[in-house]
């Protein structure tokens, strides 16, 4: 099949002219024109004339389709100025001819011009009928393709009917011509390329169909007026078959011509919508490119102005600290004079359209050059952005479909002011969780990475920020005479705030630890706890917040002496066991927490606590994170519990005791959140080696 | 956290009912504020069925004490839970703020 077709369509073209050059030589013979070789039948010069319009047909069926993209006026035209100008050029000039020279004419010379024609005029009927394929089946459904396909064989089977000289009676003949006419009628209702003209195109279009009716019509008259002629030699053509190709072209043109006709006057607003919807596309283009929220407003703007012939607009932007909106057109006395009015009548939060300014009341009075007005609030679904005013002089100058074209500029750009918000609001936050990062590492800089270490104690630590920055703190100083203090403390309150103070509390402990050189004993060089923390209150009363307060305890460990003492300064309780007594317990000692008295007189509060200690003691110092620690029934961890983890503990090493704890806590809260910083010091005294003391 | 008013002629007792944190302290903050507050005689809290005071709600406490000081207006909790009454010892409040065990003992003051 797929080489069968090959064949003839490369067989088409010189089977055409070798068909034509017979034909004419065969007329010729006739005529007299040329000798006469043999006495010719007339389905010779049928077979010759069938077999031409056939393979012009043919030739023609198995170009390339014509129709390229959407052009169809240019597809008109190569048709009319192509083929048709040619072929009527030809006919015309012979009409011209025919009509000024009264003379019959040569015989041989009217034989030429006839066969030309008669081929002209197939060439230019197959033309027509191959283009009017690619207008029907232009974006048409598969059916359409197939009902052509049949169309086209009926077509032929037509060609073959005079060739067979079958002798049909009439009405039958009729009713089958009447039906494939019908069928051409049919297909003559696909004009769905008409859609895609704009109003100038319909013109060019209806003015190309005429033309080509005119040249149908040309060739019409031609070959009415000879269809008696004397002169004629060759037997009339298949009838049946050119009739129903003119009767085709003729009508799908002609049909055409109506539905171009018929479409002109929504020509406009078919335009109107086409701009508008690629005024929405370039928008929605821009508003992506919009880098600010300026550059998304303004597009809005002139979007608006644009699509709506506005002669003036105000764009009003009341929540943007760098954009206050624009004017166009418009005196900025004049914009917030009809805003006031407006918002008199409380109609500035509603869409407001008024095609007769000056005929209401209140816009009479502004004397405004402009008789309509549109406004639109700018609003999204957080809140109002601003609004958007738009005027016109002429009245009814807008309509209702306006509103819900600005309606969708409005929305759309809402959407990406939002968005562009939204972007800035997430850069800001990637910033804030920098700062936050570099506050945290900041902050671990604050607390001990190295342990002090000695022979004659081992102290373990732990330390868990609930957030990123936290307000415990703990920290050890080396004192003279084989003496170290240790500072716990809670900050009260969570985050960056308590950070700060955390920060403070550790200042203070370095300044205020230091030796005193104007002092006679040896005991007064450095403060007891109870002095420290009465100087930390008085420091820290100027730079708390009257809610904040500090918990602290410090220790001064003396291991010349074997003993130590502390001062408890609202912190929780020191856990403790004595080996000698071989006993677990708390020191409840009193001690009033810093920050919370603001005038003098805390040293009331303080105590000092001294305590010998033996080798084999432990002391657990903490944070409340670790007491106040909650399972699922919302229990707090409590004193109890780690009091008995310490009895069960207490001879391990401190790094040990400190992990028991850790881990006997985390299965206590096990799928809790840490809702608070927890900090874990475990302290175990040891006997010293001797000799081998720092 | 719910805290509920009850005034009198010269006292004014506040119900606290539930966990004292950080959020539900905003509240008690905004109640203890009022200017009003400053013209009774009493303030009596009453923290039977408070559960949990976390260091904001303390934080609280320890912002209007000064005040109510200055005001002569007494601070007084009763009812309190041990584990309440716990928080406010360790952190030595309880020296400077008069708490009792029962209604009548607050009223009496």
């Known amino acids: ?694 | 956290m719910k805290i509920t008013q009850t005034p009198s002629d010269t006292t004014l007792t506040l119900v606290l009912d539930g966990e004292l944190d950080a959020s539900s302290s905003v509240l008690l903050d905004t109640e203890l504020s009022n200017p009003t507050v400053l013209q009774y005689q009493k303030v009596l809290i009453d923290c039977q069925r408070l559960n949990y005071i976390s260091s904001a709600g303390l934080g609280v406490f320890i912002s209007h004490l000064q005040r109510f000081q200055d005001a002569g207006v007494k601070l007084v909790f009763f009812n309190m839970q041990e584990k309440v009454h716990n928080v406010f010892e360790i952190l030595g409040l309880d020296s400077l703020m008069t708490i009792v065990p029962s209604q009548t003992e607050a009223a009496a003051l």
Request: overall charge neutral; hydrophobic content about 45%.
């Open chain 1, 1 to 694: 099949m797929q080489q069968f077709l090959r064949i003839i369509k490369q067989a088409a073209l010189p089977l055409a002219i070798g068909s034509w050059l017979l034909l004419l030589f065969m007329m010729l013979m006739r005529t007299g024109g040329i000798p006469k070789i043999a006495t010719l039948p007339n389905w010779a010069l049928l077979v010759a004339q069938g077999v031409f319009a056939g393979a012009v047909f043919l030739y023609r069926r198995y170009q390339p389709d014509p129709l390229r993209g959407t052009d169809f006026v240019g597809l008109l035209r190569r048709l009319v100025l192509g083929p048709g100008l040619l072929a009527t050029i030809c006919v015309a000039l012979h009409l011209v001819q025919r009509l000024t020279s009264a003379q019959p004419s040569n015989p041989a010379f009217f034989t030429i011009v006839y066969a030309l024609n008669l081929g002209l005029f197939i060439v230019f009927l197959a033309y027509t009928c191959y283009t009017w394929r690619a207008l029907v089946l232009f974006r048409a459904p598969y059916l359409v393709h197939k009902q052509w396909g049949w169309f086209e064989l009926i077509l032929g089977i037509t060609l073959l009917l005079r060739l067979l000289n079958i002798n049909v009676p009439t009405m039958l003949a009729g009713i089958v011509v009447g039906g494939v006419a019908a069928f051409g009628v049919y297909l003559s209702t696909h004009q769905r390329w008409v859609a895609y003209l704009n109003r100038r195109q319909k013109f060019v279009v209806i003015s190309l169909q005429l033309g080509l009716l005119a040249s149908l019509g040309i060739f019409c008259l031609y070959f009415l007026r000879i269809q008696f002629d004397p002169l004629l030699v060759a037997p009339a053509p298949q009838h049946a078959f050119l009739l129903l190709t003119v009767f085709f072209a003729a009508f799908y043109a002609l049909m055409g011509i109506l539905v171009t006709l018929f479409n002109l006057p929504t020509a406009g607003v078919f335009e109107q919508k086409r701009e508008e919807m690629l005024n929405m596309q370039r928008m929605t283009q821009d508003i992506q490119r919009g880098q600010t929220e300026e550059q998304v407003y303004q597009t809005l703007l002139d979007a608006a102005v644009q699509t709506l012939g506005a002669d003036a607009a105000w764009l009003r932007i009341d929540d943007s600290p760098d954009y206050s909106g624009q004017l166009y057109n418009l005196e900025m006395h004049q914009a917030e004079a009809v805003r006031g009015l407006l918002d008199s009548y409380s109609l500035s939060e509603i869409d407001y359209l008024n095609n007769d300014l000056g005929s209401s009341g209140g816009f009479q009075q502004l004397a405004l050059p402009y008789n309509s007005l549109l406004m639109m609030p700018l609003r999204s679904q957080k809140q109002q952005h601003g609004a958007l005013f738009l005027f016109r002089e002429q009245r009814q100058g807008f309509e209702r479909d306006n509103l819900s074209i600005l309606q969708t500029f409005v929305s759309q750009t809402m959407l990406s002011v939002e968005n562009l918000q939204l972007t800035q609001a997430a850069i800001q936050n990637e910033r804030y969780k920098e700062e936050l990062k570099l506050a945290s590492s900041v902050q671990d800089s604050l607390i001990p990475k190295t342990l002090p270490t000695d022979n004659w104690f081992e102290i373990s630590s732990h330390a868990q920020a609930a957030r990123e920055v936290g307000g415990d703190f703990y920290d050890f100083l080396h004192l003279p005479g084989r003496r170290l203090a240790i500072l716990i403390g809670d900050v009260s309150g969570k985050g960056v705030t308590a950070a700060f103070h955390m920060a403070q509390m550790k200042g203070i402990f370095h300044a205020l630890m230091q030796e005193n050189p104007l002092a006679k004993d040896d005991k007064d060089r450095f403060p007891l706890p109870s002095k420290f923390m009465a100087m930390a209150n008085r420091a820290l009363v100027h730079c708390l917040e009257s809610s904040s307060f500090i918990t602290a305890s410090l220790y001064i460990v003396d291991y010349e002496n074997g003993g130590f003492v502390f001062a408890r300064a609202g912190h929780c309780h020191t856990l403790y066991y004595h080996s000698l007594k071989e006993e677990v317990s708390y020191f409840r000692s009193t001690g009033l927490g810093l920050g919370i008295i603001r005038t003098d007189g805390y040293e009331k509060h303080i105590k000092n606590q001294f305590y010998d200690y033996n080798p084999g003691d432990v002391m657990v110092i903490y944070t409340d994170g670790i007491v106040e620690a909650r399972d699922g029934n919302k229990e707090e961890y409590g004193e109890d519990r780690l009091l008995a983890m310490l009895e069960k503990t207490y001879y391990l090493e401190a790094d040990q005791i400190k992990q028991a704890i850790l881990d006997d806590l985390n299965a206590f809260s096990y799928g809790q959140p840490i809702h608070d910083d927890q900090t874990l010091l475990v302290i175990k005294f040891k006997t010293a080696q001797p000799g081998s003391s720092a």
